[in-house]
């Protein structure tokens, strides 16, 4: 595995890459690498000839009270695991290789309009700008023929493969299911920070969405609000340890709220415990007007 920091030496690899006529497959990431992130490299692995691995800890994406300097970080094990699942470049720019003015003076964002206006996006604002920017920036410095994202990061997702069609990068963007614990928490690098009774509540997370889940399938329910506040409060009667962010229900297309799951939707939550914050979601498909849960 090659590991670079600079921006033109990764040029140079991936130039040489394509004249080879060789795929390339993406996978960005913040590091403090888990089970999730191997299977994004594991699948990049299986369609690329070539496997990029991003390890930065973008500062645009976080608030001023989010946790930027207390985000988990360790380049050493990182390094071991992206070399024992395949990796056979590990990009680790620094901030001054992102943000040659530092990222206070950048002036040219990816905006990512209406598609930020909800969930994460209503929470965490500019959250979303910080991300398209910093992906449309790797993008530009990989070229990849491939890029892929967790589905535990729905929007995100839905965003990052709205950009690269709308501002033609000619990139497929693969969304690779969420991977969980047994309990069915799915991983995170913030998992670190739950206390032994946090995290044994924050299995309420899942079973919020398996109720929505089956109150959709097995129910016949497609109220929204309704399903949200039956979520709400089994999240509240389990994990009083928990304090909802937000539930929230939206088309796939649009990411904006609807009323009446009858196409094409994701259910969205996040749920601090302590200070660290989860999320996580279920997407459900309408074939034939009959629905279809694949986040799993």
Same mark, same amino acid.
């Given at each position: 595995? =090659?590991?670079?920091?600079?921006?033109? $030496?990764?040029?140079?690899?991936?130039? @040489?890459?394509?004249?080879?006529?060789?795929?390339?497959?993406?996978?960005? $990431?913040m590091?403090?690498l888990?089970?999730?992130?191997?299977?994004?490299?594991?699948?990049?692995?299986?369609?690329?000839?070539?496997?990029?691995?991003? #390890?930065?800890?973008? +500062?645009?994406?976080?608030?001023? *009270?989010?946790?930027?300097?207390?985000?988990?970080?360790? /380049?050493?094990?990182?390094?071991?695991?992206a070399?024992?699942?395949?990796?056979?470049?590990?990009?680790?720019?620094?901030? =001054?290789?992102?943000?040659?003015?530092?990222? %206070?003076? &950048?002036?040219?964002?990816?905006?990512?309009?209406?598609?930020?206006?909800?969930?994460?996006?209503?929470?965490?604002?500019?959250?979303?700008?910080?991300?398209?920017?910093?992906v449309?920036?790797?993008?530009?410095?990989?070229?990849?023929?491939?890029?892929?994202?967790? &589905?535990?990061?729905? &929007?995100?997702?839905?965003?990052?493969?709205?950009m690269?069609?709308?501002?033609?990068?000619? #990139?497929?963007?693969?969304?690779? !299911?969420?991977?969980?614990?047994?309990? @069915?928490?799915?991983?995170?690098?913030?998992?670190?920070?739950?206390?032994? %009774?946090?995290?044994?509540?924050a299995?309420?997370? !899942?079973?919020? /969405?398996?109720?929505?889940?089956?109150?959709?399938?097995?129910?016949?329910?497609r %109220?929204?609000?309704?399903?949200?506040?039956?979520?709400?409060?089994?999240?509240?009667?389990?994990?009083?340890?928990?304090?909802?962010?937000?539930? @929230?229900?939206?088309?796939?297309?649009?990411?904006?709220?609807? *009323?009446?799951?009858? @196409?094409?939707?994701?259910?969205?939550?996040?749920?601090?415990?302590?200070?660290?914050?989860?999320?996580?979601? =279920? $997407?459900?498909?309408?074939?034939d007007?009959? +629905?279809?849960?694949? *986040?799993?």
């Amino acid at each position: 595995m =090659e590991e670079i920091a600079d921006a033109s $030496t990764l040029r140079a690899a991936m130039a @040489g890459a394509r004249c080879s006529g060789k795929s390339i497959g993406l996978v960005p $990431t913040m590091g403090y690498l888990h089970r999730g992130h191997t299977s994004l490299m594991a699948h990049a692995r299986a369609d690329n000839d070539v496997v990029v691995a991003s #390890i930065f800890v973008n +500062p645009t994406q976080f608030g001023p *009270s989010e946790d930027l300097l207390r985000y988990p970080r360790d /380049l050493e094990r990182d390094r071991a695991i992206a070399k024992e699942v395949g990796v056979d470049v590990l990009f680790v720019p620094d901030a =001054e290789t992102m943000y040659p003015d530092g990222p %206070d003076h &950048q002036e040219i964002w990816v905006d990512p309009g209406s598609l930020a206006a909800h969930l994460d996006g209503a929470s965490r604002p500019f959250h979303y700008r910080g991300v398209a920017t910093v992906v449309a920036k790797l993008f530009n410095l990989v070229q990849p023929h491939r890029a892929y994202f967790g &589905q535990k990061d729905g &929007q995100q997702s839905l965003i990052v493969g709205r950009m690269a069609r709308d501002l033609a990068f000619g #990139i497929a963007v693969v969304t690779v !299911p969420t991977v969980r614990e047994a309990d @069915g928490l799915a991983l995170s690098s913030r998992n670190v920070f739950l206390s032994p %009774d946090e995290r044994s509540q924050a299995v309420a997370i !899942p079973k919020a /969405l398996a109720l929505a889940r089956n109150l959709i399938l097995d129910g016949g329910h497609r %109220d929204a609000r309704g399903i949200a506040e039956r979520m709400r409060a089994l999240i509240e009667r389990e994990a009083p340890l928990a304090r909802i962010d937000f539930i @929230g229900v939206v088309a796939t297309d649009t990411i904006a709220p609807v *009323s009446t799951i009858a @196409g094409d939707s994701m259910i969205a939550l996040a749920v601090y415990f302590g200070g660290a914050r989860l999320i996580d979601n =279920e $997407t459900v498909r309408f074939i034939d007007g009959t +629905p279809h849960f694949g *986040s799993r």
